[in-house]
Antibody, heavy 121, light 108 residues
């Protein structure tokens, strides 16, 4: 059974870069059928797609975050990562990594358990 | 951006009730709509894809319908484990514009 696990600092200072890694187990990140992505959920709010990456490199970002987001994939370690620069308090959220089906309907499943990231000095 | 409006934002119901949650898109998205369930403190779980395709392992009391701009998620007979928040998500704006509704919280 495929499982995803997020890891990274839970506290980031304003203006710094948030860095998270998602480790995939029970399956290969080099799947031709899937993208790998990130979704976040600010406290008490809805879900926001951040971006998705294919194992061979094509990457898509939410236009509202594109200038600050970088996704990377490491097939040798079976993991992918998120970097979000110049963070502010508005970036405080639970961050989920997800597997995304690459063809319509492009669903997200499964999800990691989520990791809380707080932006504060 | 395609906006998804869910209604109601919260709903009180009882075990055994039939409930319906609505998701309205700001433009025609055909059947490019997925539904997720999120229980407190847990990650969302995919329930239904392409507006009406029930995912493997999801109880048959869940169903989805709709196309174009109006979609519904129906639970035919509420069970205690169904009290959760439900989100819709559109994938019409692939590959750069996936958006979610704000959620419907189903409470006892």
């Amino acid at each position: 059974q495929l499982q995803l696990q997020e890891s990274g600092p839970g506290l980031v200072k304003p203006s710094e870069t948030l860095s998270l890694t998602c480790t995939v187990s029970g399956g290969s990140i080099s799947s031709s059928d899937h993208y790998w992505g990130w979704v976040r959920q600010p406290p008490g709010k809805g879900l926001e797609w951040i971006g998705s990456i294919y194992y061979s490199g094509p990457t898509y970002y939410n236009p509202s975050l594109q200038s600050r987001v970088t996704l990377l994939v490491d097939t040798s370690k079976n993991h992918f990562s998120l970097k979000l620069s110049s963070v502010t308090a508005a970036d405080t959220a639970v961050y989920y990594c997800v597997r995304q089906y690459q063809l319509p309907p492009n669903w997200f499943d499964p999800w990691g358990q989520g990791t809380v990231v707080t932006v504060s000095s | 951006d395609i906006r998804l409006t869910q209604s109601p934002s919260s709903l009180s119901a009882s075990v055994g009730d039939r409930v319906t949650v609505t998701c309205r898109a700001s433009q025609n998205i055909f059947t490019s709509l997925n539904w997720y369930q999120q229980t407190p403190g847990k990650a969302p779980k995919l329930l239904i894809s392409s507006a009406s395709t029930l995912q493997s392992g999801v109880p048959s009391r869940f169903s989805g319908s709709g196309s174009g701009t109006d979609f519904t998620l129906t639970i035919s007979s509420l069970q205690p484990e169904d009290f959760a928040t439900y989100f819709c998500q559109q994938s019409f704006s692939t590959p750069r514009g996936y958006t979610f509704g704000l959620g419907t919280k189903l409470e006892i």
